[in-house]
């Protein structure tokens, strides 16, 4: 299960509407892919659909999709977000990673 955070919900609300997306019917397709400078990067998007295989997720009125080989890195994920100026937007607080770089977008298990 991935949480999300209400500082994260209302900018996903704000940034799906800019964009063309509805959140009540679409979805945050958050995943994992090989790369970055610890290893593993999160990969975070607006979708309409679903593929065979996605787990779907809501919380907090987000509805979230992963596909089911991200599903074991994100489990017990915090999708917040940090705004202002030092803040970074988009972050992951993964209870899985044991390691993170400075920047917050790869870690490693």
């Not at 955070?5 to 019917?25: H, Q, R």
């Not at 090989?34 to 593993?40: N, Q």
């Not at 979708?47 to 994100?74: H, M, P, W």
Request: with cysteine; net charge negative; charged share 25%.
């Amino acid at each position: 299960m991935i949480k999300v955070s209400e500082e994260a919900k209302n900018k996903i609300s704000t940034l799906m509407t800019e964009e063309g997306f509805s959140v009540d019917s679409d979805y945050v397709r958050v995943g994992v892919k090989s790369g970055g400078c610890s290893g593993l990067s999160y990969e975070l998007k607006f979708d309409k659909s679903q593929a065979e295989g996605d787990k779907i997720f809501e919380d907090n009125n987000v509805k979230i999709v992963v596909d089911k080989r991200s599903v074991l890195y994100l489990a017990g994920t915090i999708l917040e977000y940090s705004g202002g100026l030092n803040g970074k937007g988009f972050v992951f607080n993964n209870p899985n990673a044991q390691r993170t770089c400075g920047c917050g977008e790869s870690f490693s298990l």
